[in-house]
């Protein structure tokens, strides 16, 4: 182990050569779980910060670094500007130095609004319409006659989003009952409530009489009557049809923020269709109209980027010259990274954690600033190994512009392309938090940390494979890019679907495998309510722990949860404040009256064994086990650790876990049903190569326990280590959508052709 001072020392003879402001300097960085970390950076390099899960990168990289970064520049705007603006603490720091202005590429999805494609997050779509504007023919109008989010340019009939809402009457409405015996299937109409009484008691109708015997004038006013006045018995009241009053009251609302019952009903009730009028092009007529070498601006949206590209290249109007080169180069940018499968008109919603992370690393590097520090977090997420070399060049691009580069990374592929490498650890929460190395990478390999024994490891290809218990067959899937694919998945064995980006892989999954019965899906998505839920109460353990204090005080069990009576009046028990910001992301606050402590000070006076609750929930998982030796709560920890999860506090919202952290928590919780199928979706997406070796430990005791487990991921580690792999491609879009191998992993590496036959032959040594 070497200590944070001398790497320190070390890398300051390094650099005697070089003025200090060549270096961003941290001194005594205590965020999280750091243990006064100082090192320096050098700047316009490429570092890489690597480590196990939890060992404290992203205190050190996003929390600290960047995040003073962020708030240094919001000191520079006036008084009156800030006054609008979250005030952010500054971290635990002793001290940083020669910081430049971060910008954070992360793996964040890039929001649902209907109204982001992938066209107008890169500025695609911009110069797209500039072009049409200028050399479209017949011409139009300017740029903005071809903006769907324009009243100049969208469809009139669905306002540029593309979608038309139905309303499904039959589920609003049971045709074989009377009102009185329930017809009415919408929330808050139950026979007897308020809502119900001005229906039946509106006189248009008889609430005794079936639907289906209504007449046809009965039946327009029970379901599409517009707003009126009627008198009920001696009360005026306001009577509406039931398809406006839903319209009105479900349409246009975030799902999100509804009651679960709520939200069923909607999912059930509206449908969204392609608009008929645009044909989902969301343009009006006027800028369809508009054609260059035969196509129109929304068949250009509609290609693929690949071929959009084509395309343009063969425009070559002098005219718009400067705009041309300027798609082009955008238009490039997204194929080398291997993004070309996409088109401009995909919502940016849609996109995976990864592919959103590529689209805005497009965005930067068409940026014309320079000396900028760059921030990235696991840029190989979701990247096959033939696409891994692309999005290296790409950082190495960035760094070549004079900018600071620095990457939270796992794969030894991108590791090994550092000017400069931090190890931190050397375990994960308390037992990390330390510098464990920083230099250059043959000093890495030297240094005897858990990261240098790796990065030389490989997997061994199975000496016996498992034999399949039956078969899951999908026949002729034909979802997105997928042509036609019939394939048999073996069960009661590990199966690898993988195939580059953009392959057909996830089509395939969780398009034909995913939503059949009895199937666990854990996948990275966000958990619904996430601010309030934290491990302890997502996985059922707070409830053997308040059953706990409960009886160790003699007190009712709802004190003791933060959702409840004994939760702080001023946070409601969140720990935070929340401020939501109308035109940026929002910030949270330590709440002040409980310190961020979540209860009133009397639940913090009854104990367990010498801990209060707010203590307990600040443990993590692996003490909260040595806390809790027996009955439920030891079953859920010891479930939790065996994910790889024993660093996580009981306590942490899970709005602050990875996409990794999310779906291993997610696995926890199915681990005890025997004889499933489990669908996972790149489990190794956060994972230090030595947590890879404990994650297929895990997938193994999975199939040995009698399920069978299907993964989603392009690890060569997970691939050498299957029972059986599914191949798609041969490329990606359009390119892609086939199986192109189906069997063992010796068979691929033996006689397969593919991208992923020549990249894992490599990886075990066959190559």
Known sequence: ?????????????????????????????????????????????????????????????????????????????????????????????????????????????????????????????????????????????????????????????????????????????DRELSLNEGAIKVPGFAVDSWQWQVMSGSGLYDPAVKLKDFTPEQWDDLLHKP???????????????????????????????MQPSARAFADRALKLDVCPSCGGSRLNEAARSARID??????CSAMQINDLAGFVRGVGDPGVGPVLEGLLSTLDSLVEIGLGYLSLDRESGTLSGGEAQRVKMVRHLNSSLTDVTYVFDEPTAGLHPHDIQRMNNLLLQLRDKGNTVLVVEHK????????????????????????????????????????????????????????????LPIAGATLHNLRNVSVDIPLGVLTVVTGVAGSGKSSLIHGYVAGREGMVVADQSPIRGSRRSNPATYTGLLDPIRAAFAKANGVKPGLFSANSEGACPACKGIGLIYTDLAMMAGVASVCEECEGKRFTPEVLTYTLRGKNISEVLDMPVAEAGEFFTTGQARTILERLSAVGLGYLGLGQPLTTLSGGERQRLKLAIHMAKNGTTYVLDEPTTGLHLADVDQLLGLLDRLVEDGNTVIVIEHHQAVMAHADWIIDLGPGAGHDGGQVVFSGTPGELVETGTSLTAIHLRDYVGRG
């Open 294 to 299: 035969g196509l129109n601006i929304a068949e």
């Open 227 to 257: 707003a009126t006045k009627l008198k009920y018995g001696t009360n005026n009241f306001t009577y509406e049809g039931l398809v406006p009053k839903v319209r009105r009251s479900y349409l246009g609302k975030d799902r999100e923020s």
């Open 1 to 173: 182990m070497v200590s944070s001072h001398q790497v320190s020392s070390v890398h300051h003879r390094d650099h005697t050569a070089a003025d200090n402001h060549d270096l961003i300097q941290v001194r005594g960085a205590r965020e999280n779980n750091l243990k006064g970390v100082s090192l320096d950076l050098p700047k316009r390099r490429l570092t890489v910060f690597t480590g196990v899960s939890g060992s404290g990168k992203s205190s050190l990289v996003f929390d600290t670094i960047a995040a003073e970064s962020r708030r240094l520049i919001d000191e520079t705007y006036t008084a009156f500007i800030q006054s609008f603006m979250p005030s952010l603490a500054r971290p635990d720091v002793d001290a940083l130095s020669n910081l430049s202005a971060a910008i954070i590429v992360d793996q964040e999805r890039m929001g649902a609004n209907p109204r982001s494609t992938v066209g107008t997050a890169t500025d695609a779509h911009t110069m797209l319409r500039i072009m049409f504007s200028r050399i479209g023919v017949p011409h139009v109008g300017p740029a903005y006659a071809f903006s769907f989010n324009r009243a100049e340019g969208m469809c009139p009939q669905c306002e540029g989003l593309g979608k038309a809402s139905e309303i499904d009457v039959d589920a609003l409405v």
């Open 412 to 471: 030894p592929e991108t590791i090994v392309i550092a000017d400069h490498v931090v190890d931190l650890g050397p375990g994960a929460g308390t037992a990390g938090g330390q510098l464990c190395y920083a230099g250059d990478l043959d000093g890495l390999r030297a240094s005897g940390t858990l990261t240098g024994r790796y990065l030389g490891h490989r997997v061994r290809l199975r000496e016996h494979v498992r034999k399949p218990t039956g078969q």
